[in-house]
């Protein structure tokens, strides 16, 4: 971890104004489906790695799944246009917390519930957020975002339900 005095050293620039964030994101998916003719999108890459794994480990019990043999009938599932979006956005990310002075190692809400509590609620909280996107057919990227710009109906119910969700588990958490 990053000691105080480390990080009070370092310049830190500011986040971008939301609007100029915004529109440098609706570009950004304006230019995804031009150049590859899907949008946004990040818990495919998660299900292929599965599936990766899955090919490694039991690769009969994987061709025969319903759900990974037609990711693992074409060959490596790791190749998809999806799996490359991911690493592009972990290293972009990583490059822009460097430039930006805002690259730290830290766990957060650990002093207040302790880090092992803290991490299993993070495991828990990913995993449900992970089956609840694969459940509606895509995650706050791909169908929030994406869905919301071709104006897909799915998209507009799922980004309210999350949000509302996420409204109700806060409170509950928190202790109403």
């Known amino acids: ?7 009070s050293t370092r310049k830190i620039k500011p986040f971008w104004t939301p609007w100029i964030a915004g529109v440098a994101l609706g570009l950004v998916l304006l230019l995804t489906f031009v150049l590859t003719g899907h949008g946004l999108g990040a818990t495919g890459a998660s299900t292929r790695l599965a599936a990766s794994i899955g090919l490694a480990v039991a690769p009969a019990a994987t061709h025969a799944n319903g759900y990974f043999g037609a ?3 074409s060959g490596n ?4 246009w999806i799996t490359w979006e991911v690493v592009g956005v972990a290293i972009g990310a990583l490059i822009a917390a460097f430039l930006g002075g805002r690259f730290r190692v830290q766990l957060d809400g650990a002093r207040s519930v302790g880090i092992p509590r803290r991490l299993l609620a993070a495991l828990a909280g990913g995993l449900f957020a992970g089956f609840g996107a694969r459940i509606a057919a895509g995650c706050t990227s791909g169908l ?5 710009a071709t104006f897909g109906i799915a998209a ?3 980004l309210g339900a999350f949000f509302a969700a996420g409204l109700v588990v806060n409170r509950i958490a928190r202790g109403i």
């Not at 971890?1 to 990080?7: A, E, K, L, V, Y």
């Not at 599932?77 to 998809?80: D, F, G, H, T």
Request: no cysteine.
């Open 1 to 7: 971890m990053i000691n105080s005095d480390s990080t």
């Open 156 to 158: 507009f119910v799922f």
């Open 144 to 148: 929030g975002l994406s869905g919301a």
């Open 71 to 73: 990711m693992v009938g």
């Open 77 to 80: 599932p790791l190749s998809s």
